[in-house]
């Protein structure tokens, strides 16, 4: 099949088998025992959707395609799985941003931390350590930024305010209640935890 023998060899996926030499380093071959790259990796991972994300000797993480090309110019720090087809990327300066299956940045904006996405929306926060939501469409969720925001369990979102207050948001950036709580917990089952500023616990319903 190949006239090379390697350290390792996986199976097929998506076409392409992942191969190790015996110097450690990994590439990819075809069905025809063609590798896929001149160049050799300190690491690579099997192909999901027509993309691998692989890891140079200088440690720096792109995604290549099945033609054996780059998704991007740029590489980065650290590079995750698409989830909601965007990948969540770090520059070399240590800032965040996402990037879509066609390499296409995200975001003009580019984040202290951005956390995955999940159903529809991703945490991210700014220079300020204040944190909002974005949705797949790029806009913020809500204008006010907060000193905490969770992810939506049962519809709402739990989010703290400036003044240390908390509330919760809807997926259309509404308030769920026109009081402040001290702290509230996330919904479960449809009703959630929320404590008064006299330390006085109730629960409340979506």
């Known amino acids: 099949f190949s006239e090379q023998w390697f350290e390792w060899a996986d199976d097929f996926h998506d076409g392409f088998a992942r191969v190790q030499r015996t110097d450690g380093l990994w590439n990819f071959i075809n069905k025809d025992g063609k590798l896929l790259s001149n160049e050799w990796f ?12 692989v890891q140079r000797i200088d440690k720096k993480y792109n995604f290549i395609n099945k033609n054996g ?8 720090n650290y590079l995750d799985d ?28 580019w984040f202290t931390y951005v956390y995955e996405f999940s159903d529809g929306f991703a945490v991210v926060r700014r220079e300020d350590n204040l944190y909002n939501l974005i949705g797949t469409n790029g806009n913020y969720l809500f204008d006010e930024w907060f000193k905490s925001v969770d992810y939506f369990q049962d519809g709402f979102a739990r989010v703290q305010r400036g003044d240390d207050k908390w509330n919760f948001i809807d997926k259309s950036g509404n308030y769920l209640s026109n009081d402040r709580f001290g702290w509230v917990g996330n919904f479960f089952n449809g009703f959630a935890v929320v404590r008064r500023e006299d330390n006085l616990y109730n629960l409340i319903g979506t």
């Open 82 to 109: 698409f989830r909601d087809d965007l990948a969540r990327v770090q520059r070399t300066d240590g800032l965040w941003n996402f990037i879509d299956t066609k390499g296409k940045l995200f975001s003009e904006k």
């Open 69 to 76: 090309k780059y998704l991007t110019v740029e590489w980065f």
């Open 42 to 53: 300190i690491d690579v991972h099997s192909f999901h959707n027509g993309l691998a994300k």
